[in-house]
């Protein structure tokens, strides 16, 4: 049973980290060519710093294409929720 509730971890970690980079690329991309700056908090700055370095330069990253962006969402939830109920599985049995 530990090893359900390890690999419903995993699954879990995969998901968020493919929601967070689907949400996140184009919001990268349109900073880094705008060439945003921010006069906020250094937790703020960090994030513009970090967008400015590995956003993309490409125009047609700014843009969210349905098709491309709804089956990545898909997967990204799927993992997670298959996560969950290995681990809710593993607790409960």
Do not use: C, H
């Amino acid at each position: 049973m530990q090893y359900l509730s390890l690999i419903g971890l995993l699954l879990d970690i995969i998901g968020v980290g493919i929601l967070i980079r689907d949400e996140l690329t184009s919001l990268a991309a349109i900073i880094k060519q705008n060439n945003s700056t921010l006069s906020g908090s250094l937790w703020q700055k960090g994030a513009y710093f970090l967008a400015n370095k590995f956003g993309s330069s490409d125009p047609l990253d700014t843009e969210s294409f349905i098709g491309e962006s709804f089956s990545t969402r898909f997967w990204g939830f799927s993992l997670l929720l298959i996560g969950l109920i290995l681990q809710a599985f593993a607790i409960v049995f």
